[in-house]
């Protein structure tokens, strides 16, 4: 396995790999593995003769007083895993190599992006759409592939694909869960133990959703208000969003009558965590 830095250094491996014939599939993240990442790593080795990973934090994503300086960071691990996954290349460049000097050109989206984490977050989807774009024309994979764990991310890279014409196919792949049900996310390394265990209303509250949707239940509103109910029981946990949206257009919907996407943001303490579940018909 080989970690490159620059642009230059991952164009030219991409350049020969392509000349040998060889399918490359993607993994962009912002470090500090789990096996959330490892399962992207898993799908790209198994459909793919070369695998690229990117760790890269990316500072356009991240808006005041939100936690660019505090994210978690350890490459000597990432390395690790990476190289146990079998990962053939970690592109590891830092900001300027990102954004040079005088940098004035970004990708953004409207519409999917004005809720959810794009109401609580309104800079985050233009910081993710241009660092996305860039790796994309960057490393030129045939694959890319993300998690569902961020599925508005999902639902916006995947449309962005489109709208721009790039030459790849985005894969998403599930949640990875702890076996308490948990999801993974790097974030969860903030959490103290009673912050842990609290965390866990993030799940139950969304298997209250499941089980009522599987009863038969439509009403998007007593939905989230059983949700919502759930989640109130827990005194270190205050809500960001809860919502159930179609999940083509990511908007808010009444009912459900097609495939739906129910998620949620929660402040545990501090720390913002998210989860859903996307509900197919």
């Known amino acids: 396995m080989k970690i490159v830095t620059t642009v230059q250094e991952i164009r030219d491996v991409v350049k020969q790999w392509r000349k040998e014939g060889y399918s490359i599939g993607f993994v962009p993240t912002m470090g500090y593995l789990h096996e959330g990442h490892e399962s992207l790593m898993q799908a790209a080795k198994a459909n793919h003769d070369k695998v690229v990973v990117s760790i890269f934090v990316n500072p356009m994503q991240f808006g005041k007083n939100e936690d660019l300086a505090t994210y978690p960071r350890d490459m000597a691990h990432d390395s690790k895993v990476c190289e146990a996954m079998g990962v053939d290349i970690i592109f590891n460049p830092n900001a300027s190599e990102m954004y040079e000097e005088h940098f004035y050109t970004y990708v953004d989206m ?40 961020d599925a508005q991310q999902l639902s916006v890279i995947t449309k962005m694909v489109k709208d721009l014409n790039f030459n790849l196919e985005v894969v998403g792949c599930p949640i990875v869960r702890e076996d308490d049900g948990l999801a993974k996310s790097s974030r969860n390394s903030y959490l103290n133990q009673e912050e842990r ?10 298997k209250i959703a ?4 599987d009863s038969g239940e439509k009403n998007t509103a007593f939905i989230k208000e059983k949700m919502v109910e759930e989640i109130n029981k827990e ?11 179609d999940w083509e257009t990511i908007k808010s919907i009444e009912a459900i009558h097609k495939s739906a996407l129910i998620a949620l943001a ?16």
């Open 197 to 206: 265990q609290a965390a866990l209303v993030l799940h139950r509250s969304l």
């Open 210 to 213: 499941k089980e009522m949707l």
């Open 110 to 149: 409207d519409y999917l992006t004005e809720g959810l984490c794009g109401k609580s977050r309104p800079v985050m989807f233009r910081g993710v759409c241009t660092v996305v774009s860039k790796l994309f024309n960057i490393v030129q994979p045939d694959k890319a592939y993300f998690g569902q764990k």
């Open 266 to 281: 929660v402040f545990i303490g501090k720390t913002r965590l998210i989860d859903n579940i996307i509900h197919l018909i």
């Open 235 to 245: 005194p270190l946990a205050r809500i960001d969003y809860v919502e159930i949206v």
